[in-house]
């Protein structure tokens, strides 16, 4: 079954081949009709993306969920992780398949655990906001790369980095990092009289590819001390 643009989803986890099944789709429980997928992981598990969209929910809802993420994608879909015990994504984000966006908890001392009663994680996949089941959507023998850390995993609930995080100081400016304002193109210039022979190369001594002539050597480190004065 295809999904979104021909393509199916990734796993949520890494070596999900592997992972047993705790509680499938439409399980009738005690709370009741079970409206997702637990997989049975131990807290702390990387969980990522399965597909390409912004985050539409992120943080503890204080109910049955605890640490929750939403990941809206095309076409009315929407992919809803539970009892995530870390997050390390903000409402707002985009993300990507493969996008690491926090890990699993729902252990019995874990933060955000909501109501589960041991570790795992609750994957649900949801179409105009109705429950359906996300097994059939998912891509089982992906290769899929999983992106541990990127641009779009840049911010946390615990850690957030906001854009002035990278500004550069406005007063500072571009004459802050020139060696002489004379003539900025001849800061970098070994030598003038003769560029090419700076660096000679000999076939006759591989090893002696690279020889700086000790004379130019001297006189070019006297002439870059009296620039810097």
């Known amino acids: 079954m295809k999904l979104l643009n021909e393509e199916m989803f990734i796993p949520p986890l890494e070596n999900f081949n592997t992972i ?29 993306a399965p597909a390409k969209g912004f985050i539409s929910y992120s943080g503890n809802d204080g109910g049955y969920c605890g640490g929750r993420v939403d990941i809206t994608h095309s076409n009315g879909y929407l992919t809803r992780y539970c009892h995530l015990k870390t997050i390390n994504v903000n409402k707002g984000s985009s993300v990507f398949a493969g996008s690491l966006i926090g890990t699993s908890g729902g252990g019995k001392n874990d933060l955000n655990k909501g109501r589960s ?26 290769r899929a790369k999983y992106v541990k850390d990127s641009p779009t995993n840049a911010s946390s609930t615990n850690n957030t980095v906001k854009s002035s995080d990278f500004t550069t100081d406005a007063t500072r400016k571009t004459t802050d990092f020139d060696i002489t304002t004379d003539n900025p193109k001849s800061n970098f210039d070994i030598t003038t009289d003769n560029p090419k022979s700076n660096f000679d190369i000999t076939t006759d001594n591989p090893k002696s590819n690279f020889n700086i002539k000790n004379e130019q050597l001297v006189n070019q480190i006297n002439r870059i001390k009296i620039l810097l004065k």
């Open 20 to 48: 047993r099944v705790n509680s499938p789709f439409g399980k009738k429980r005690s709370t009741g009709t079970h409206k997702g997928v637990d997989f049975n992981v131990a807290s702390g598990t990387n969980v990522y």
């Open 117 to 142: 009663t041991g570790a795992h994680l609750h994957f649900a996949l949801l179409k105009d906001n109705n429950p359906i089941d996300p097994m059939p959507f998912i891509d089982k023998d992906s």
